[in-house]
C-alpha cells in the first residue's frame, strides 16, 4: 500500500457545525452581560442551595412591566411608528446643527418612552441615513455618541425610562412625583449639557433632508398600540396591576403582531433574573453581605457609579439594593453611571457595534471621542448630583 493511502486527507468541515459555531460566537457577542449574569448566579447556587427562599428574590412586577413595555415598544416598531415620527420631525430641520440638535432630542425623547436601548435601536439608523444622504458621515460617530448619551440620560427622567429604573422604583416603592422630582435636575443638567456639545461640535452647513419613505401608519393597530402602550405606563405607575397588563399585552399581540412577541428581548429578562439569583443568593453569605453594605456606607454615590463602569448599571442596581436602604445616592449613581465606558450601559455597546458596522476599522477614533465626551458629562454629573444630595 502506497504511502499516500496511508495519510488520509484532513475531514472537510462540517458546513452545519460552522454554522451552529457561528451563531453561538454571535449570540455569546451580542448577549456576554447575559451570560456573565448566568456564571454568576450558577456559581452562587454553589455556595446557596436551591430552596423555597429563592422565590423571594425576583421582583416580578419589574419582570412583567418590562416584558410588557419590550412587546409593545416592538409591535409599534413594527409598524415604523417611531420611525416615522422621527423622520417628520427631522426633515424640517434647516443645517447640520439643527438636525443634530433633532436627532439628539429624539433620542432623550424614545429613552423616555421606549427605553434607551431601544431608543438607539430605532434611531441610530436614521441618523446614519440622514448623515450619509447629505454626505455629512465624517460627522456620524460624534452624533452616535452624543445620541448614546442622550438615550442613556434621558431615560432616568421616568420610572419605565430604563430597566435599572424601573427595577428601583418598584423594590423601594418611591412614590412617583418624588421620582420625577428627584431626577428633574440631573435629568435637565444632562439636556443642557448635551445641547452644548452640539452647539459646539457641529456646524450649521446647510442642508437637504428628505423623507426617505412614505409617511403612513396603520390607523387601527397604531391606535390599539398606543392604548396598549398607556396600559403599560399606568401598571408601571402602579395604577393598574402589572401581571394584568403583561397578560392583556400578550394575549393581545398574539393576534395582532405576534412577530412582537417573538423579538421581546428575553436575554435581557434572563439577564435580570439571574442577577435576582445572583443577589439574592450574594445576600445570604454573610462575609459578601459584610463587604457591600460596608462600601456602600462610605459613599453610594460614588460607589454606584463606579461599580457600573465595570459591571453596568442593570446590575449594579440589582445588587446593591439588597444591601442599602438609601435609594437615592443609588438611583443617581445607577442613571449617570450609565455613561463612561462602553460597559456601563448595554446601549453603548449596541451604539458601538452599529457604528463599526458602517465604518469598519474605526474602532479607535471612535472611543476616543467617545471616552471624552462621555467622561465629561459624568464628572460634571456627579457633581450636581453630589450637591443635590447635600440639599435634599
Known sequence: MSQSALISPPAPRHPVHGGIA?????????????????????VSMIFVHPDAAYLSYFDWSTLACLFSTLAVVGALGNIR??????????????N????????????????????????LLTFLPLSCFVLLSCKQEKYMALVFILQNAAANLGGMLTPFGNPQNLYLYGYFKIPTMRFLGVMAVPFFAAIFLITLFCLFLFPKTPLKVETPTASHLPRTRTALYLLLFLGVILAVFRLFPSYI???????ALLFLDRRALLKVDYPLLLTFVCFFLFAGNVARIPAFAHFFAQILSWN???VSLLSCQVISNVPTAILFSGFTSDWLPLLYGVNIGGVGTLVSSLASLITFRTYLTHNPGRARPYLAK???????LLAVLFGVCSLLLLIL
Open 245 to 251: 397588563a403583561a397578560a392583556v399585552v400578550f394575549v
Open 81 to 94: 411608528f417611531f420611525t416615522i415620527l422621527a423622520e417628520k420631525i427631522v426633515s424640517l430641520a434647516g
Open 22 to 42: 457561528h451563531a453561538l460566537l454571535a449570540f455569546a457577542k451580542k448577549n456576554a452581560v447575559f451570560l456573565i449574569a448566568l456564571a454568576l448566579a450558577a
Open 370 to 376: 467617545f471616552s471624552l465626551v462621555n467622561f465629561s
Open 96 to 119: 447640520l446643527r439643527t438636525c443634530v440638535l433633532c436627532l439628539t432630542y429624539i433620542t432623550f425623547l424614545g429613552s423616555m418612552l421606549i427605553a434607551n436601548d431601544m431608543a
Open 300 to 302: 453610594p454615590l460614588l
